[in-house]
Structure formats: structure tokens, C-alpha cells
T-cell receptor, first 113, second 113 residues
Framework: QKEVEQDPGPLSVPEGAIVSLNCTYSNSAFQYFMWYRQYSRKGPELLMYTYSSGNKEDGRFTAQVDKSSKYISLFIRDSQPSDSATYLCAMARSAGNNRKLIWGLGTSLAVNP | KAGVTQTPRYLIKTRGQQVTLSCSPISGHRSVSWYQQTPGQGLQFLFEYFSETQRNKGNFPGRFSGRQFSNSRSEMNVSTLELGDSALYLC????????????FGQGTRLTVV
């Protein structure tokens, strides 16, 4: 079993929909949780970063971490065609010298105009 | 400010050959991490360099090696290429070692035939 599980999709939604993307993990030692967006033929770019449990909001994006359930989510409100990309979750046990990011496989999202 | 630059963007090599990939981090960033991305395995951490020293290493065979120069530019080398080495190789630049926020280049697409 992988340390981080992410449904690869693809997920197809109409423009304006609320999108929910999720990852589950098995290692309770993870403390740092990140969401990256990767457009086709590009490298990933950091969207959201959360430490420990709780919610974080940035514009149309909200990241949630539920450490008791070992479950993280990314919500996209009022989705736009430009949000069409692959969304990757990543986690780390520490932010120090031994930080290694563990990645989900990514969920492919298509927002249709 | 210029982003992370990876060269070349595309490479085709034959089994048994070796290959060298290059990464120039964001100006002022001293940490460079390398990842292999494949559809089946997702993003997998290869190694991280900081101040010309390898600080972290993933679970890849010794055929995969790297180095970092005094100007923070990094190279990754793969010797005795195998078909399974075909992947997108991504370089990520961070200001400090173990920093949570990493900036990715566009990657080098390596195809081994």
C-alpha cells in the first residue's frame, strides 16, 4: 500500500462547479501538507501549504487537513477552464534537513466551458 | 526573476547509454532537488543538494547520481540506461535546505529506446 493515495480521475466538471480533490495517507507522522498544480508539459507549482490540521483559504481555493482521519482535501470554488490541470498532493514528516516530500499520483481535472 | 531552467527539454537515448541533465535554480536559491515522474509511480524523490553536498537521497540505484556546483547549478547523471528510466525528470529549487516551498522547472522528458 502506498503511503499516499490519490484517485487519478479523470474528473470532469462544468465551469462554475465546486471541485473537491482528496488524498488519504497512512503515516500519522506527516505534519506538512501541500497541494501542487501541474499543467500539461510543465512542472508542478505550489498552490496551498498547510501545517498540521485545519483549514486554509486562498481566493477560490481551500485546503483542509483532518489528521484524525488521515485525509486531506482541496476545494476549488467557481471552477474555471484555466483550472484544468493535474492536482498533486504532497506530504512531509518534517520541514528540517530530513524533509522528503511523499507524493500522491495526482488527479486529472477538466473544467468544461 | 528567472525561474528554474532545465536543459535539455527532450532527450532520446539508447539502452546502455548514459545521460546528463542540467538544472539552473532560481537566483539566490541554494537547494536543488531532483525527482522522477512516471504515470505509474508519480513523483519520486531522487536526491537533494545543498551547498554542493548531497543532503538527502531517495531509493534509487547507484546508476543515478548528481552533483552541485558552487553557483548552485546542478547536474544529474544516469548511467547504463534502462527502458524503465524513461520518465519526466524534474528539478526543484528552494531557498534553503529542507524548505517546504519548492519551485519546479519544466522538466526533461527522457525516452530510452
Amino acid at each position: 500500500q502506498k503511503e499516499v493515495e490519490q484517485d487519478p480521475g479523470p474528473l470532469s466538471v462544468p465551469e462554475g462547479a465546486i471541485v473537491s480533490l482528496n488524498c488519504t495517507y497512512s503515516n500519522s507522522a506527516f505534519q506538512y501538507f501541500m497541494w501542487y498544480r501541474q499543467y500539461s508539459r510543465k512542472g508542478p507549482e505550489l498552490l496551498m501549504y498547510t501545517y498540521s490540521s485545519g483549514n486554509k483559504e486562498d481566493g477560490r481555493f481551500t485546503a483542509q487537513v483532518d489528521k484524525s482521519s488521515k485525509y486531506i482535501s482541496l476545494f476549488i470554488r467557481d471552477s474555471q477552464p484555466s483550472d484544468s490541470a493535474t492536482y498533486l498532493c504532497a506530504m512531509a514528516r518534517s520541514a528540517g534537513n530530513n524533509r522528503k516530500l511523499i507524493w500522491g499520483l495526482g488527479t486529472s481535472l477538466a473544467v468544461n466551458p | 526573476k528567472a525561474g528554474v531552467t532545465q536543459t535539455p527539454r527532450y532527450l532520446i537515448k539508447t539502452r546502455g547509454q548514459q545521460v546528463t541533465l542540467s538544472c539552473s535554480p532560481i537566483s539566490g536559491h541554494r537547494s536543488v532537488s531532483w525527482y522522477q515522474q512516471t504515470p505509474g509511480q508519480g513523483l519520486q524523490f531522487l536526491f537533494e543538494y545543498f551547498s554542493e553536498t548531497q543532503r538527502n537521497k531517495g531509493n534509487f540505484p547507484g546508476r543515478f547520481s548528481g552533483r552541485q556546483f558552487s553557483n548552485s547549478r546542478s547536474e544529474m547523471n544516469v548511467s547504463t540506461l534502462e527502458l524503465g528510466d524513461s520518465a519526466l525528470y524534474l528539478c526543484a529549487s528552494s531557498a534553503t535546505q529542507g524548505a517546504t516551498e519548492a519551485f519546479f522547472g519544466q522538466g526533461t522528458r527522457l525516452t530510452v529506446v
